[in-house]
C-alpha cells in the first residue's frame, strides 16, 4: 500500500506513522489522503493533511481528518489547525471540520543566516 506513493509522500507518511497516528482514506486500493498530528504539545495536535492531486475535492480530507479528530478528542487532546490565509483549500476544509479563525497570531521567524 505504501509502496505505491511517491517517496517524499512516503517517508513522510512513515515518520508520522512511527510517533503518531495517522487516518489514511483509499480510494480503489490506492492511498488517496493522509492526516496525522505533526506537532503535540500541552494537550494540542496541530493536524497535518495531504491529498494527493488526483483525487482532491472527493471528500478524503474530510474523511480522514474527521476520523483523527474523534480520536484525538477521544485521547484527551484538542485539535488544531494551521494554515495560511491564501490556502483557500485548507480554510475552506477547516471551516467545514469546525475550526474558528483566531483573530490574531503571533509568529516568530528566525531569520536566515
Not at 477521544?74 to 485548507?90: C, D, H, I, K, Y
Request: proline share 4%.
Amino acid at each position: 500500500m505504501l509502496s505505491m506513493l511517491e517517496n517524499s509522500y512516503r517517508q513522510e507518511l512513515l515518520e508520522a506513522l512511527a510517533e503518531v497516528p495517522a487516518a489514511i482514506s483509499m480510494e480503489g486500493g490506492v492511498i488517496a489522503a493522509y492526516c496525522f498530528a505533526g506537532w503535540r504539545a500541552l494537550g494540542h495536535a496541530d493536524l497535518c493533511v495531504v491529498t494527493l492531486p488526483a483525487f482532491r475535492r472527493r471528500g478524503h480530507a474530510l474523511a480522514c481528518c474527521s476520523t483523527l479528530i474523534s480520536h484525538l478528542r477521544e485521547s484527551g487532546q484538542a485539535p488544531q489547525w494551521v494554515t495560511l490565509s491564501s490556502n483557500r483549500p485548507s480554510v475552506r476544509l477547516a471551516r467545514r471540520l469546525g475550526f474558528k479563525r483566531l483573530e490574531s497570531l503571533l509568529l516568530f521567524k528566525r531569520e536566515s543566516y
